[in-house]
């Protein structure tokens, strides 16, 4: 129960934090520095060709009657930089700050290329699934725009379905605040629409795991495959070199594997083809097996 005389925001009013997202030369800093407003340029801009921002630059502003952070992020097309710089980054700046929405910043006027298709995939995979319901399309350079925004969109509504299906237009070189007003505003309605629940560095940590679990995944797998095929290939040898006096145990021995695929190959070569082709399929299971309980251990502790 509020105390007489307290005095709280009411939920219009109430604080809003932004992460700008988006290809290079899109206009996410012309962008940050328009919804935050004022005569100084906050983020510095950028030609279309070079991305000026370094990696993620978080400002807290009062505007109005709400505290806004807007963070600018470097371009998703930068490739001067390591992603894993911007995750770690991106992390850093969630220990403190809670996300109400993404705006994914599109330039009009531009093709729709499967570079812009892909920023959208980008952003579920290294934000995860639930990243969408709080992300929102913002388009940029409304000033070369020349019909209703509705009757652009095009192509751009799939792009906008697969967000939350909410967008909207800037003109940067506009200075009537109107038009960031009516964003905060949808910004406000889009938070509404999931709960009042925000992005958290929960969310962002769980998707992060997910991702080296599945980089670990892929490895382990080319491990296991590429064991189990020097495992078959030493057996057969081996059972061709004990027609040629050499045993199958003397070349896994010599390949430094367990004493159990050593006992496969000794065997094979006294029951023909069929048991040597046993004793292959039986040195890949294996080594399957041990490339499995290592998996399996090693998640364990990851």
């Known amino acids: 129960m509020q105390r007489r005389g307290s005095m709280s925001h009411p939920p219009e009013f109430s604080d809003l934090n932004i992460m700008l997202l988006g290809l290079t030369g899109a206009g996410k800093s012309a962008s940050g520095n328009t919804i935050l407003g004022g005569d100084r340029k906050t983020f510095e801009e ?43 980054q991106i992390e850093q700046i969630l220990q403190n700050t809670q996300l109400d929405v993404f705006l994914l910043v599109i330039k009009l006027g531009e093709t729709f290329t499967k570079e812009k298709r892909d920023t959208v995939k980008w952003i579920q995979k290294n934000f995860g699934a639930k990243v969408l319901k709080h992300t929102m399309v913002l388009f940029t350079h409304a000033d070369q725009l020349h019909e209703p925004i509705e009757d652009y969109l095009g192509e751009c509504q799939t792009l906008v379905d697969q967000c939350s299906g909410a967008f909207h237009v800037f003109n940067n070189k506009d200075e009537d605040r109107s038009q960031v007003t009516e964003l905060l505003e949808k910004i406000e309605s889009l938070r509404r629409k999931n709960g009042d629940r925000r992005y958290t560095k929960q969310d962002f940590k769980e998707t992060q795991k997910g991702l080296r679990l599945k980089k670990f995944d892929i490895i382990l797998a080319a491990i296991a495959l590429g064991a189990a095929v020097v495992l078959a290939g030493v057996a057969l040898r081996g059972g061709a070199g004990e027609r040629e006096g050499v045993g199958g145990a003397d070349v ?12 496969m190959a000794s065997a094979a070569p006294h029951t023909g083809p069929g048991a040597l082709l046993g004793a292959a399929g039986g040195a890949a299971l294996l080594a399957v097996a041990a490339c499995a309980a290592l998996y399996f251990l090693a998640r364990r502790y990851l």
Do not use: W
């Open 46 to 88: 950028r030609n279309y060709f070079t991305s000026e921002t370094k990696i993620c630059a978080p400002v807290h502003k009062v505007v109005g009657r709400r505290t806004l952070t807007v963070i600018d992020t470097v371009g998703l097309s930068d490739t001067a930089l390591k992603i894993t710089d911007v995750q770690t």
């Open 252 to 263: 896994l021995r010599a390949a430094g594997v367990g004493e159990a695929a050593m006992m």
